[in-house]
């Protein structure tokens, strides 16, 4: 009986395992009741500013079911290139617009709703606008009936493209008042900041973005993800598994905590000097209270004729605790020469500099290159 009931339960395992756990990366719980949430509002809002711009009459439908779906990539995968203002506006009112002149040319209702979705798809592809949602906008457009044809060409601005705007609109303040990022900008790349031709450190080593055009030509799929967050995506889990390595050096460990540093209100000159007396690069700047509120280094202070408050640059910080490897993308940047260790309340408890750790990458074994000979 045993032998029987053991493999029936892990197949179960497998098939709960492959069906209920959750298919996008990086979801949680709190992300996706900060998408229901939006979802209500956006929805709600927009049906009622729908009516109170154009009132309710029985030929007029307050919303085109296809607002539905755009909601979900809005709120739910607000990252996704899907779901950005253009392809959210555009996508929905091209399709529309699709639909519309293909019902009036064809007049077969099943091939009318076939070819208004694939020419949406086409239509979407070619403008950069591709979204879900704008299937089913050409596909209402075709079989919406007395409501639509009401309207007649009318349709693809009121009430879909009236509908994507106001959506889009309240999906904008959502997100703005959540902190999301949106519409989804990924970080700018390493620069060279000297002025030559050299790439940036950052980017001389490791995979490059033909490696990533190749990796993508090799799998022939199509991912819902843009080629720079999947570059910065893997840049983060290199740097992720160097930091799991060696999770075990933290900060507080290899931070420097005799720290030069200046209040606010020590002159330019003073600040000058103890650069060049300690051979430093960069000097924490506190207030009063001796909480960080910047850094200045040599260029700044060299430059112009401001008090030093006014050429204070946004320090980069860190805890004690924190994974010293784990600023790597901090200081090989080109910007920051250190990041400046704080407690809770950021008064200084250390800094790490770039020759800080470095000394401190030194004492890790360098790992066997793999072997390029063919396996036997």
């Given at each position: 009986?045993?032998?029987?009931s053991?493999?029936?339960?892990?197949?179960?395992?497998?098939l709960?395992r492959?069906?209920?756990?959750?298919?996008?990366?990086?979801?949680?719980?709190?992300e996706?009741m900060?998408?229901c949430?939006?979802?209500?509002i956006g929805?709600g809002?927009?049906?009622?500013?729908?009516?109170?711009?154009l009132g309710?009459?029985p030929?007029?439908?307050l919303m085109?079911?296809?607002?539905g779906?755009?909601a979900?990539?809005?709120?739910?995968?607000?990252?996704?290139?899907?779901?950005?203002?253009?392809?959210i506006?555009?996508?929905?009112?091209?399709?529309?617009?699709v639909?519309?002149v293909?019902?009036?040319?064809?007049?077969?209702?099943?091939?009318?709703?076939?070819?208004?979705?694939?020419?949406?798809?086409?239509?979407?592809?070619?403008?950069?606008?591709l979204?879900?949602?704008g299937?089913?906008?050409?596909?209402t457009?075709v079989?919406?009936?007395p409501?639509?044809?009401?309207?007649?060409?009318?349709?693809?601005l009121?009430?879909?493209?009236l509908?994507?705007?106001?959506?889009?609109?309240?999906?904008?303040?959502?997100?703005?008042?959540?902190?999301r990022?949106y519409?989804?900008?990924?970080?700018?790349?390493p620069a060279?900041?000297h002025?030559?031709?050299?790439?940036p450190?950052p980017?001389?080593?490791?995979?490059?973005?033909?490696?990533?055009d190749?990796?993508?030509?090799r799998l022939?799929?199509?991912?819902?993800i843009d080629?720079?967050?999947?570059?910065?995506l893997?840049?983060?889990?290199e740097?992720?598994?160097?930091v799991?390595?060696?999770?075990?050096l933290?900060?507080?460990?290899i931070?420097s905590?005799?720290?030069?540093?200046?209040?606010?209100?020590?002159?330019?000159e003073?600040?000058?000097?103890?650069?060049l007396?300690h051979?430093i690069r960069i000097?924490?700047?506190t207030?009063g209270?001796?909480?960080?509120?910047?850094t200045?280094?040599?260029?700044?202070?060299?430059?112009?004729?401001?008090?030093?408050?006014?050429?204070?640059?946004?320090?980069?910080?860190?805890?004690?605790?924190?994974?010293?490897?784990?600023?790597?993308?901090?200081?090989?940047?080109?910007?920051a020469?250190?990041?400046?260790?704080?407690?809770p309340?950021q008064?200084?408890?250390?800094?790490?500099?770039?020759?800080?750790?470095?000394?401190?990458?030194?004492r890790?074994?360098?790992?066997?290159?793999?072997?390029?000979?063919?396996?036997?």
């Amino acid at each position: 009986m045993s032998d029987d009931s053991e493999p029936t339960a892990s197949w179960r395992r497998r098939l709960h395992r492959r069906l209920f756990v959750p298919i996008l990366a990086g979801a949680t719980l709190r992300e996706r009741m900060i998408a229901c949430l939006g979802a209500l509002i956006g929805i709600g809002l927009t049906a009622l500013t729908t009516k109170l711009l154009l009132g309710q009459g029985p030929g007029l439908p307050l919303m085109v079911a296809s607002m539905g779906a755009t909601a979900v990539l809005l709120f739910a995968v607000p990252a996704s290139p899907l779901a950005q203002p253009w392809p959210i506006v555009g996508g929905n009112t091209l399709s529309a617009l699709v639909g519309i002149v293909v019902v009036q040319l064809v007049p077969d209702p099943a091939v009318a709703a076939g070819l208004a979705v694939s020419l949406a798809i086409l239509v979407m592809s070619f403008t950069r606008s591709l979204h879900p949602p704008g299937g089913a906008s050409a596909l209402t457009a075709v079989i919406g009936g007395p409501a639509v044809a009401s309207w007649g060409p009318l349709f693809p601005l009121v009430p879909v493209a009236l509908n994507a705007s106001i959506l889009l609109g309240l999906g904008l303040l959502f997100h703005r008042l959540s902190r999301r990022n949106y519409p989804h900008v990924p970080p700018p790349k390493p620069a060279n900041l000297h002025g030559t031709a050299d790439v940036p450190p950052p980017l001389r080593v490791g995979f490059a973005r033909q490696d990533i055009d190749a990796a993508l030509a090799r799998l022939d799929e199509t991912f819902d993800i843009d080629r720079d967050d999947i570059e910065r995506l893997l840049k983060e889990v290199e740097l992720q598994a160097i930091v799991r390595a060696h999770g075990d050096l933290a900060c507080a460990d290899i931070m420097s905590r005799d720290v030069i540093s200046v209040q606010s209100g020590t002159t330019r000159e003073e600040a000058l000097s103890l650069l060049l007396r300690h051979n430093i690069r960069i000097l924490p700047v506190t207030d009063g209270d001796g909480r960080l509120i910047g850094t200045v280094g040599l260029r700044e202070l060299m430059e112009g004729d401001a008090g030093l408050a006014d050429v204070l640059s946004v320090p980069s910080m860190a805890s004690p605790s924190s994974p010293a490897l784990g600023l790597l993308p901090v200081l090989t940047d080109g910007r920051a020469h250190a990041v400046i260790i704080t407690d809770p309340l950021q008064r200084v408890l250390g800094l790490i500099s770039q020759t800080d750790l470095l000394s401190a990458i030194m004492r890790f074994p360098v790992s066997a290159a793999p072997s390029t000979s063919p396996s036997r």
